[in-house]
């Protein structure tokens, strides 16, 4: 079993809709939780950070976490044809040490 | 700079050969992260400094890959006899006291041929 599972997608939404992007993770110690987009081509960047269980909204981003299911899902509203990227999900068990990502969930929203 | 720097951009190199990539992460950043990515595959883990100690090596395939840190400043990642299966890129990420939060530099593409 993976420590970081991520759905591959691809994953194709409307311009507008909700995307839905899941990721769960084996470490139950596990204690910060990141998300990550990367472009093709292009080096991955931070968008959404989570350490405590329950939904963080930041714009049109919402990271919801839910630490007895082991699992950390980012929503997208209004998804724009400029959020098409691979999507990475990070855990990281304590304030120090190594993050490890998931393979990544690649969206297409389609105009 | 204002963020993690990385050189070379793109290196190609014949098999055999050593290479050295660098990392100059962001000032005052103390905890600094390689990581590797190969094509169409996610981020595989190498190596952890928080300042020059690296406390987690657990992610170096094989001791034809080295790293060191000079202080809380630049790394240098050095792969030596390369293989081609080491062709990826190598990304670096710097971030505040290991917090988590990384932030990224743009990667060194190894193409060994």
């Known amino acids: 079993q993976k420590e970081v599972e991520q759905n591959s997608g691809p994953l194709s939404v409307p311009e507008g809709a909700i995307a839905s992007l899941n990721c769960t993770y084996s470490d139950r110690g596990s204690q910060s939780f990141f998300w990550y987009r990367q472009y093709s081509g292009k080096s991955p960047e931070l968008i959404m950070s989570i350490y405590s269980n329950g939904d963080k909204e930041d714009g049109r981003f919402t990271a919801q976490l839910n630490k007895a299911s082991q699992y950390v899902s980012l929503l997208i509203r209004d998804s724009q044809p400029s959020d098409s990227a691979t999507y990475l999900c990070?855990?990281?068990?304590?304030?120090?040490?190594?993050?490890?990502f998931g393979d990544g969930t690649t969206l297409t929203v389609k105009p | 700079g204002a963020g993690v720097s990385q050189s070379p951009s793109n290196k190609v190199t014949e098999k055999g050969k050593d290479v050295e990539l660098r990392c100059d992460p962001i000032?005052?950043?103390?905890?600094l992260y390689w990581y590797r990515q190969r094509l169409g595959q996610g981020l595989e883990f190498l190596i952890y400094f928080q300042g020059n100690s690296a406390p987690d090596k657990s992610g170096l395939p094989s001791d034809r890959f080295s790293a060191e840190r000079t202080g809380e400043s630049v790394s240098t990642l050095t792969i030596q006899r390369t293989q081609q299966e080491d062709s990826a890129v190598y990304l670096c990420?710097?971030?505040?006291?290991?917090?988590?939060?990384?932030?990224f530099g743009e990667g060194s593409r190894l193409t060994v041929l």
């Open positions: 990070a855990v990281k068990p304590t304030n120090a040490g190594k993050s490890t």
């Open positions: 000032s005052g950043h103390t905890a």
């Open positions: 990420a710097s971030s505040f006291n290991g917090a988590g939060e990384l932030f």
